[in-house]
Antibody, heavy 120, light 113 residues
Framework: QVQLQESGPGLVKPSETLSLTCAVSGYSISSGYYWGWIRQPPGKGLEWIGS???????YYNPSLKSRVTISVDTSKNQFSLKLSSVTAADTAVYYC?????????????WGQGTLVTVSS | QSALTQPRSVSGSPGQSVTISCTGTSSDVGGYNYVSWYQQHPGKAPKLMIY???KRPSGVPDRFSGSKSGNTASLTISGLQAEDEADYYCCSYAGSYTFDGVVFGGGTKLTVL
């Protein structure tokens, strides 16, 4: 059974960089699939942040691209998100998920999510 | 790329059927058969219910079905049960000169009366 678990600080100060890691178990990232980050502000809908392949190939949401970096560490079977220059608008539950694509496109496994609050 | 448009809420009684619509453009819903639907209960992670417009993952009841016509996709839940009360999000691949990724709908709250 594939499982994903987000981890990282729950509180980040404005203008600083948000850093989260997603640990994957039950599947080797090196075996394939894309892996993604999605966020959900309190009481609002889902927003795709970006996705990465095990080779390091990335796709980012253009609205966040200038501030986002997603990286992968196959030796630790995990991938990470960095979002710079955060503001209160970046307060959200951040989810990591496995993305299935190539003649299809959907997220099949999700982490439980982690709330990140941006506040001084 | 704008979010897909969903009704904010729908409701139905146990045993009835409800349909949730998801409207996009020719660059997303209308251009690809890559629409998926997710169910989210309060405080929980989204769960995949439908992918590729109308396919059901293993374990999802056949009461859930999906379809698409033009730029609008739909999720139909028949034989409503109390446990179906949740938020539902549609999602589509979107590809254009300026965007290559995923767009979600704003979400629909389903209330089982």
């Amino acid at each position: 059974q594939v499982q994903l678990q987000e981890s990282g600080p729950g509180l980040v100060k404005p203008s600083e960089t948000l850093s989260l890691t997603c640990a994957v178990s039950g599947y080797s990232i090196s075996s394939g699939y894309y892996w993604g980050w999605i966020r959900q502000p309190p009481g609002k809908g889902l927003e795709w942040i970006g996705s990465i392949y095990h080779s390091g190939s990335t796709y980012y949401n253009p609205s966040l691209k200038s501030r986002v970096t997603i990286s992968v560490d196959t030796s630790k079977n995990q991938f990470s998100l960095k979002l710079s220059s955060v503001t209160a608008a970046d307060t959200a539950v951040y989810y990591c998920a496995r993305l299935v694509l190539w003649t299809t496109y959907y997220f099949d496994y999700w982490g439980q999510g982690t709330l990140v609050t941006v506040s001084s | 790329q704008s979010a897909l448009t969903q009704p904010r809420s729908v409701s139905g009684s146990p045993g009835q059927s409800v349909t949730i619509s998801c409207t996009g453009t020719s660059s997303d819903v209308g251009g690809y058969n890559y629409v998926s639907w997710y169910q989210q209960h309060p405080g929980k992670a989204p769960k995949l219910m439908i992918y590729d417009v109308s396919k059901r993952p293993s374990g999802v009841p056949d009461r859930f079905s999906g379809s698409k016509s033009g730029n609008t996709a739909s999720l139909t839940i028949s034989g409503l049960q109390a446990e179906d009360e949740a938020d539902y999000y549609c999602c589509s691949y979107a590809g254009s000169y300026t965007f290559d990724g995923v767009v979600f709908g704003g979400g629909t709250k389903l209330t089982v009366l």
